[in-house]
């Protein structure tokens, strides 16, 4: 029931000549060449079938299994690494395949494992997604052969008579041609909340699709009423085709973090070059080589040593990190169906969401009761009956007030044909969910079960658009007598009633009660509310048998109720959290303008009395120029009765300001716009399956709740992203470094061979290739991971959003890395120096154990830089115990190192040697050095931005 439904503001549709709408009825079942009585015969609907096609939009082809898993591979990183396997194999067989190419192997398992792990995800998250479909096949029920007829919903084609009734689900576009008191739930497809009334009375202008009020459409559903239609278009020539047109052209962008891996991935590349070619023109000036063998051992060197400045493990912990967020935010009903896109939604800007089902509940609540008596206001929110009929802020009490309001609650139950149950903990109508809001007010009440057991139905006058009326007749079974109950527009059932209700009695409709009735409404009305009036009268016994419209006057005005699809409770909650964390929240309904700022106030997205632009603004706007939307979208942040393309429309202009974008919502309507964000979040209860096809994300909940939740874990990984990046690159700089000064510097150190380790002169290397290789495999992988799974720091969500420029790995952090490696370098040559004859420290001891100190500080450095990567800013001591999975990194790879510095087998295969208790503790004080270095480096900055 519509009995005060808004006047949209209609927007400018395209103008068909053959619009089906605009053409009476004969004309169209003519045009379809079918009979209205006996629709079409089954050799005919066969026949169209095979020329039309089947009634389905078009889906894209699967993708096999092995193409998803090469799909992985498409990634700079992994180009990197591939070549770095290409290169290390050409170096091997230059040698003569001397043993076993141990860096190729381990970097192409490497590659594996990280294909491996985003192949599993995404196709758990398909999974995921699959199961929230509805797995039951949707049948029409039609006219074939001159009989009624269930078929497929796929097998509809035009020229079908559709008989529609309460409960069906539309399966194809078509022209009513009849109506009785007909309710479609039009939501998925216009926004609009409330069940469409629907009219078979020709249009006379063309219309906006929510207000075709003669058209029924493909993916909505009959809330109410019976209805007569013929299928005018089917498949992709719906309107939820028109739409699956559009995302099929609109093309899919990478995300912010697959962006920000390919520019790591050039970076790390152009990086490599210069790190070749400055080893390789180092080792042959300095080395003085001047025999063929010793260019190819420059050239090998130089070549090995870039690979190894390649954080291998890089792609695969970005993936397990990426995959334990996508596992995380599971626990939180949220489905991420592509691993890049976890990070996504931590860095947006901006999240526009719909509002019906999304914001609000999708539930029609009556909010406000008047009468003669005064008001009250309803608690709860939803279909479940929880909540209380107030007054004055308490439980509205026995009295005249009670004795209305429940004249009232009950009346609207009566007329209603809803019905309200409870199935496994959860409340579910059928019929009009504005009817469904009154019974849940009643129970609210309590005295729904008096009602059963006193009234007992007679007969219905439906509902019908020029009365705006729908009345029951009801036997009393406690006074023996007969009553018309009747609900509907307030404005024309004023106009019908003599009396009014007063407490328990009855009393004469003074002037003064109508215009009480008509402030109320006014009140109501000014707060969004829909408002719907109940009055009755007791019927003479010589009453007409058959119940006609002419028995709805001389009624009792009981009072009025208000209802609304109200805001989820805690939606408010999470705007305001999302707000504090710099993210603008804006939103995009097809629903009434005074509706939607209704909403947007009560959850805090607007102020009172700020803007709402309608889509006829914004075509408007369009027809100026993209300058004037983008200066409107900078200040707005409602918009109601827009057009799917008019949300597209938004997320480009906000997107071209620089915005990182997330679009919410369930509707079909809204899937070309969720497809065009950054990142789409479908919900996963009401969501149609275009939608959540379009998605990137899938909310199981439908709660707006959630999204939040997955900005803070987003943010959350893309910090700890930040990290891992920190400790990865400048362990793999302090290794070339030590290397590059070694060779430069070997001189002043005392790094030469005149010790009796080679040919006088011979280059001799601070560190062997099994040593980096080692260090790579000890250090770049269980810490890294162990970063990934840090917990979010306490600021996080108070933190502004990272610009869309901002780059993961910025100047600053860039700087922190050559400074930590150049930290790590030289606390490693001085170890050395230390231990060896010679040099700018005397020592005493033989190469190996000068290697094996330098190569055990090197190790120990990179793991105290594990603490002092965590934050840029705070002490490496803040929150040492809140991520017990590094400490358990660090314990194992320092066991390992022990194990490689005493084990014996060890010792022959890396060139180790084992060292006393006081060498370990000299390794592990130049080794905090860079904890040290770090600390410092934290206070200066500090320093400068409190002068700042």
Same mark, same amino acid.
């Given at each position: ?87 290390? *194999? !050409? ?5 003569? %395949?001397? /043993?076993?190419? @141990? ?5 192409? =398992? #490497? &590659? ?96 906006? *699709? !929510? ?5 029924? %459409?493909? /993916?909505?559903? @009959? ?5 007569? =239609? #013929? &299928? ?109 896109? @976890? ?6 800007? #901006? ?598």
């Amino acid at each position: 029931m519509q009995p005060d439904a808004q006047t949209p503001a209609p927007a400018e549709p395209p103008l068909r000549q053959d619009d089906p709408s605009l053409m009476p009825a004969d004309s169209v079942l003519l045009q379809a060449q079918t009979d209205q009585s006996r629709g079409l015969d089954s050799a005919e609907a066969a026949r169209r079938l095979a020329q039309d096609g089947p009634n389905a939009l078009d889906t894209q082809a699967p993708v096999p299994g092995w193409r998803k898993f090469l799909r992985q591979f498409h990634d700079p990183l992994i180009y990197l690494l591939l070549a770095a396997i290409a290169i290390t *194999l !050409g170096a091997w067989a230059i040698e003569g %395949y001397a /043993g076993w190419p @141990v860096d190729a192997i381990v970097i192409a =398992a #490497v &590659v594996l494992l990280n294909a491996l792990i985003g192949y599993l995800q995404e196709a758990k998250a398909e999974n995921a997604a699959a199961a929230l479909a509805r797995m039951t096949e949707v049948t029409a029920g039609v006219m074939r052969d001159g009989a009624l007829t269930r078929v497929p919903s796929q097998q509809l084609v035009k020229g079908d008579i559709l008989v529609l009734a309460e409960g069906d689900a539309i399966g194809a576009d078509a022209r009513l041609l009849q109506a009785n008191a007909l309710r479609v739930q039009e939501a998925s497809l216009t926004g609009e909340s409330e069940a469409v009334l629907k009219d078979a009375a020709v249009l006379q202008a063309p219309a906006s *699709l !929510g207000d075709r009020l003669n058209m029924v %459409y493909k /993916g909505t559903a @009959v809330a109410g009423g019976t209805g007569l =239609a #013929v &299928v005018t278009a089917t498949g992709m020539g719906t309107e939820m085709g028109a739409i699956a047109h559009m995302l099929a052209a609109e093309k899919e962008d990478d995300t912010p973090l697959q962006k920000e891996v390919r520019h790591i991935g050039r970076m790390l590349g152009i990086a490599v070059i210069v790190i070749a070619v400055a080893v390789i023109g180092t080792l042959l000036f300095v080395g003085h080589v001047h025999t063929l063998q010793g260019v190819v051992t420059a050239l090998l060197f130089g070549v090995s040593l870039a690979v190894a400045a390649v954080p291998e493990g890089l792609p695969a912990i970005l993936s397990l990190v990426l995959a334990l967020g996508v596992q995380r935010m599971a626990e939180h009903k949220a489905i991420v169906k592509k691993l890049s896109s @976890v990070e996504t939604l931590g860095s947006a800007s #901006v999240i526009c969401t719909d509002k019906t089902g999304t914001l609000t509940k999708s539930e029609m609540t009556v909010e406000r009761v008047t009468s003669a008596s005064g008001e009250s206001h309803v608690t709860g929110v939803g279909y479940a009956p929880k909540g209380q009929v107030q007054h004055e802020g308490a439980e509205l009490q026995q009295g005249p007030l009670h004795s209305e309001h429940r004249a009232i609650l009950t009346g609207g139950s009566l007329a209603s044909n809803a019905t309200l149950r409870e199935c496994e903990g959860n409340w579910e109508i059928q019929g009009d969910p504005t009817e469904a809001a009154l019974l849940v007010a009643e129970r609210k009440l309590g005295v729904d079960g008096a009602r059963a057991e006193r009234f007992e139905r007679v007969a219905e006058i439906p509902f019908d658009s020029g009365r705006k009326l729908m009345s029951v007749i009801v036997r009393d079974k406690h006074q023996q007598r007969t009553l018309l109950v009747t609900k509907g527009a307030p404005d024309v059932l004023l106009q019908r009633c003599t009396h009014v209700r007063v407490g328990d009695g009855v009393q004469a409709l003074e002037d003064t009660h109508v215009e009480q009735a008509q402030r109320d409404i006014e009140a109501m009305s000014g707060d969004a509310l829909r408002t719907l009036a109940v009055g009755y009268r007791v019927l003479p016994e010589d009453a007409p048998a058959q119940p006609t419209p002419e028995l709805e006057h001389d009624l009792v005005l009981a009072g009025m109720v208000g209802i609304i699809d109200p805001p989820r409770p805690e939606a408010a909650q999470a705007i305001a959290e999302a707000r504090a964390a710099g993210v603008r929240v804006i939103m995009i309904t097809g629903d009434h303008p005074r509706t939607a700022q209704r909403i947007a106030t009560d959850l805090g997205i607007i102020e009172a009395g700020d803007t709402v632009l309608t889509g006829d603004a914004l075509d408007e706007l369009l027809s100026l120029g993209d300058a004037a939307l983008a200066k409107a979208v900078r200040s707005t942040s409602v918009y109601a009765r827009v057009a799917p393309e008019h949300k597209l429309r938004i997320v480009e202009a906000l997107q071209t300001d620089g915005h990182i974008v997330a679009m919410t919502g369930d509707g079909v309507n809204d899937a070309p716009a969720l497809k065009s964000a950054d990142i789409g979040v479908a919900m996963g209860v009401t969501g149609t399956e275009v939608t959540k096809e379009a998605a990137r994300m899938i909310l199981a909940d439908d709660n707006f709740a959630t999204i939040v939740q997955a900005v803070r874990e987003g943010r959350g990984i893309f910090s700890n992203i930040r990290k891992f990046l920190r400790y990865l690159l400048s362990s793999n700089m302090g290794e070339v470094l030590t290397v590059f000064l070694g060779v430069i510097g070997a001189g002043v150190i005392g790094l030469t061979a005149a010790d009796g380790h080679g040919p006088a002169g011979a280059l001799v290397l601070p560190l062997l290739a099994t040593q980096i290789l080692w260090i790579n495999l000890i250090t770049d992988s269980a810490p890294a991971l162990a970063l990934g799974m840090d917990p979010p720091s306490a600021n996080t969500m108070r933190r502004p959003p990272r610009k869309l420029g901002d780059r993961v790995i910025d100047g600053a952090m860039w700087s922190g890395v050559i400074q930590t490696g150049l930290v790590m370098a030289l606390a490693t040559l001085l170890t050395i120096d230390w231990f060896l004859p010679g040099g700018l420290l005397e020592g005493g001891q033989d190469l190996t154990t000068a290697r094996t100190a330098g190569f055990t500080v090197l190790v120990l450095a990179q793991l105290f830089n594990c603490f002092n990567v965590r934050s840029e800013d705070s002490s490496a001591f803040r929150g040492l115990g809140s991520n017990p999975w590094l400490w358990g990194a660090v314990l194992l790879s320092v066991l390992l190192q022990v194990a490689v510095v005493h084990v014996s087998w060890l010792n022959t295969a890396f060139g180790t040697t084992p060292l006393s208790l006081a060498q370990w503790g000299w390794c592990a004080v130049m080794a905090s050095t860079v904890l040290w270095h770090g600390e410092l480096r934290k206070l200066v900055r500090g320093a400068l931005r409190q002068r700042a």
